[in-house]
């Protein structure tokens, strides 16, 4: 029997809590950070490039693609949605279409979601944003190709982060993979 790809994948979201990674850019290596920010859940794992990892953990990170609508097959119980830039105009042939994808996303949703602040128009219950304007970062320090930083959102306060990384974009993915990392348990030590 042949089963499309993302019919096997919502299958497998009913047997563990789930956490999908959407967004023009990013989900391949963003599923491997929250992977990495979760290691001591030992998560589960599937990446768009095909790798990943089945574990007795009860969390599952996997990479929920937009392409002709595929992730509204998903009801995952987070969601991080960390850009929005009009993609595979071969199937959405308005800027308009393609977002109204990730509205549509976001409503599956049984728990949270963490969007970035720069995107506009997407509303709903349990939205968590990061960014600039919200979960944020300060006291950014680059030196070569480590960045330092601190974040502050409600409760969490947490200074001199530091990454191995520093491109703007991936910083602020780094802070929405943390958010969803802190809410599911993950100390600020870790």
Not at 29 to 39: E, I
Request: overall charge positive.
């Amino acid at each position: 029997k042949t089963i499309e790809y993302n019919t096997f994948l919502s299958s497998l979201l009913k047997e563990k809590y789930s956490i999908a990674i959407c967004g023009s850019h990013g989900k391949t290596s963003s599923v491997g950070m929250l992977t990495y920010l979760l290691k001591s859940f030992n998560p589960s794992y599937l990446r768009g490039d095909g790798m990943g990892k089945w574990t007795d953990s009860k969390y599952f990170i996997f990479e929920a693609c937009e392409y002709q609508n595929h992730f509204l097959e998903y009801e995952p119980n987070e969601i991080i949605i960390l850009n929005i830039d009009y993609d595979h105009n071969d199937y959405f042939k308005s800027k308009n279409a393609y977002k109204n994808s990730f509205k549509n996303f976001v409503k599956k949703a049984k728990n949270r979601v963490y969007l970035y602040d720069k995107i506009k128009g997407i509303k709903g219950k349990n939205i968590f944003k990061f960014g600039s304007n919200s979960f944020s970062f300060s006291n950014i320090i680059t030196i070569e190709k480590e960045t330092i930083f601190s974040i502050d959102f409600k409760d969490f306060t947490i200074d001199n982060i530091i990454v191995k990384l520093h491109h703007p974009k991936l910083i602020n993915n780094i802070l929405g993979l943390m958010l969803c990392s802190l809410y599911l348990g993950v100390s600020k030590d870790e």
